[in-house]
T-cell receptor, first 112, second 117 residues
Framework: GENVEQHPSTLSVQEGDSAVIKCTYSDSASNYFPWYKQELGKGPQLIIDIRSNVGEKKDQRIAVTLNKTAKHFSLHITETQPEDSAVYFCAASRGGYQKVTFGTGTKLQVIP | GAVVSQHPSRVICKSGTSVKIECRSLDFQATTMFWYRQFPKQSLMLMATSNEGSKATYEQGVEKDKFLINHASLTLSTLTVTSAHPEDSSFYIC?????????????FGPGTRLTVL
């Protein structure tokens, strides 16, 4: 089955700096890669996703890149703000009702 | 759009009792719903995939007789933890995918905190 590794497990940045979280996956058939933000005691919230026919996608301060050959994808958050502090999960799926495999999570702390 | 609700948000029960958790897609129809369990400071682990009108598909190691799943309509799936024990205490989260259109994306509910005394 799919295996998703995520690094780092914790990340502290100063407000205004950028944060980068990296993930690798093992199943070459995976073609859908969502990123979720989870605040304490809440369910995960989809923040951005990318499909395998695209190499990069951007939404305001958030961007995701995908390298299918190397089987890795990354989340980039620019101009970080304290409200960005949360746990971020990457995930991979074959899409279309197939199960989503989650990474181990990154706890991001943005220091004011 | 794509709102998923769960009820209850938290429940405390005695060991040996059964607890039912509801997952509803509020503004879309969901042929497929998923149930996850999350222990403190850990990732989400898929327990089962729930399909409307058919039996759920359980992940390896998940006891189907202990975690009963019913997906009776396109907007409602329920998870019943039977004969709950303290080790079943966890954060249970459901997700749902659209029936048509973008079937890749899973939208998550807010989770249910189960504490078994």
């Amino acid at each position: 089955g799919e295996n998703v590794e995520q690094h780092p497990s914790t990340l502290s940045v100063q407000e205004g700096d950028s944060a980068v979280i990296k993930c690798t996956y093992s199943d070459s058939a995976s073609n859908y890669f969502p990123w979720y933000k989870q605040e304490l005691g809440k369910g995960p919230q989809l923040i951005i996703d990318i499909r395998s026919n695209v190499g990069e996608k951007k939404d305001q301060r958030i961007a995701v890149t995908l390298n299918k050959t190397a089987k890795h994808f990354s989340l980039h958050i620019t101009e970080t703000q304290p409200e960005d502090s949360a746990v971020y999960f990457c995930a991979a799926s074959r899409g279309g009702y197939q199960k989503v495999t989650f990474g181990t999570g990154t706890k991001l702390q943005v220091i004011p | 759009g794509a709102v998923v609700s769960q009820h209850p948000s938290r429940v405390i029960c005695k060991s040996g009792t059964s607890v039912k958790i509801e997952c509803r897609s509020l503004d879309f129809q969901a042929t497929t719903m998923f149930w996850y369990r999350q222990f403190p400071k850990q990732s989400l682990m898929l327990m089962a995939t729930s399909n409307e009108g058919s039996k759920a598909t359980y992940e390896q190691g998940v006891e189907k007789d202990k975690f009963l799943i019913n997906h009776a309509s396109l907007t409602l799936s329920t998870l019943t933890v039977t004969s709950a024990h303290p080790e079943d205490s966890s954060f249970y989260i459901c997700s749902a995918s659209w029936t048509s259109g973008d079937t890749d994306t899973q939208y998550f509910g807010p989770g249910t905190r189960l504490t078994v005394l």
